[in-house]
């Protein structure tokens, strides 16, 4: 792996959808690791979680790096890599001209992913992909202590 790539794996999910939720993220870079949860204990929906999962990872970086980001969410990856360019340029309005759902988190996604040069990947959940089971555990450990009304990181 080149060492000057951070690799992030993120996840996120309610239970139940819509309900609490949670997100996780696992960054590695060279021999570094940080982990990153959180949650909101008012109700929300899985997208909403999977979208913040690489939105707070990608914010948490502090300077400008070439990024490997995987999610198990094939809504997160498409509508980044396909989707969001044609939403914007129709005034965020989807192709059947009905506003695009959490148009807040895609635009802050957007611009979270300019300050670096993200390259996108789909990893199949709960597959044994080390970091993206660990971000599970993460975004289910973000969503338990929302409720349950400790902090988070």
Not at 66 to 88: A, F, M, P, Q
Not at 105 to 114: E, G, I
Not at 119 to 144: I, P, Q
Request: proline share 4%; aromatic share 6%.
């Amino acid at each position: 792996m080149n060492e000057d790539v951070v690799v992030i794996h993120t996840d996120g999910g309610c239970r139940p959808n819509p309900g609490p939720g949670g997100w996780g993220a696992v960054l590695r870079h060279r021999d570094r690791v940080r982990e990153m949860f959180g949650g909101e204990a008012g109700s929300t929906s899985n997208n909403r979680m999977e979208l913040t999962a690489p939105i707070m990872a990608l914010e948490a970086l502090t300077r400008p790096v070439v990024v490997h980001l995987h999610t198990d969410s094939t809504y997160v990856r498409n509508g980044i890599t396909k989707w969001v360019l044609g939403w914007e340029r129709n005034g965020w309005l989807t192709a059947a001209k009905q506003p695009v759902k959490n148009v807040d988190l895609w635009q802050r996604l957007q611009a979270a992913c300019a300050r670096h040069q993200v390259t996108w990947f789909w990893v199949k959940g709960h597959s044994g992909v080390a970091d993206n089971e660990l971000a599970d555990v993460l975004a289910t450990r973000g969503m338990r202590e929302a409720i349950d009304g400790l902090t988070v990181s």
